[in-house]
């Protein structure tokens, strides 16, 4: 049984939501009392964000290959783009913590958190208002195709079955570039955060005035 494209993208990223605000509702709460509760719950909680992510992104690949060749890469750059936005949520929120140590780790939590419930919030207006636009609706239609360059389309109704696709043969064609978004995950993966965690300050302040940036 096939599942429908645009609720499975809808689900997985409404899961990814949900739970992303209630991790931002667990920061402000002391859970000194119940640390090993709290570790399992976060572990599910981790777990459960993990399974939607790879849902929601293998579907959105599959999407984006409905579309013209440079809609695909637009995805690919949008992930390393999403990368440095949540460097730049992580200074904001490092900036706006305050002063004192032990309430800056919460508020910067919390505003990171934030900034990500937002965003994620604006992804998914943006990709329901997507999916009503006429461009989405014909690339995405079984009943049409597209010809010649972009712009250029005709819609054509199919009829029968539809021919059977060698997925080997697939594989040998976009090879080179399968092998390029593998090696830069390879990349990522081996960075991130493995060796971006232990990057530490030059400038840490004085003992009486320590630098905001220099806190652990």
Not at 159 to 186: D, E, H, M, Q, R
Not at 193 to 210: D, F, L, N, S
Request: glycine share 6%.
């Amino acid at each position: 049984m096939r599942i429908n494209q645009q609720l499975k993208l809808v689900v997985a990223l409404s899961i990814v939501i949900v739970f992303f605000i209630f991790t931002t509702i667990l920061v402000p709460i002391n859970s000194d009392s119940w640390q090993y509760s709290f570790f399992a719950l976060t572990m599910v909680v981790v777990v459960t964000l993990n399974v939607g992510a790879a849902v929601f992104q293998g579907g959105l690949f599959g999407l984006s290959a409905q579309f013209p060749s440079k809609y695909l890469s637009a995805v690919l750059s949008g992930q390393a783009l999403g990368a440095v936005f949540a460097c730049l949520c992580r200074i904001v929120s490092i900036a706006v913590a305050g002063e004192d140590a032990v309430a800056a780790a919460v508020n910067s939590a919390l505003v990171y958190f934030t900034l990500a419930d937002i965003t994620l919030l604006i992804s998914m207006v943006a990709f329901l208002w997507m999916t009503k636009t006429a461009f989405y609706q014909f690339y995405t239609s079984s009943h049409g195709t597209s010809s010649g360059k972009e712009g250029a389309t005709i819609t054509t109704a199919l009829s029968g079955k539809k021919p059977s696709i060698n997925v080997w043969k697939v594989f040998l064609k976009i090879k080179w570039y399968a092998l390029s978004v593998c090696l830069v995950f390879v990349v990522t993966l081996a960075m991130f955060p493995a060796i971006t965690a232990k990057i530490r300050p030059m400038y840490t302040g004085t003992k009486e005035h320590p630098s905001i940036w220099a806190r652990e």
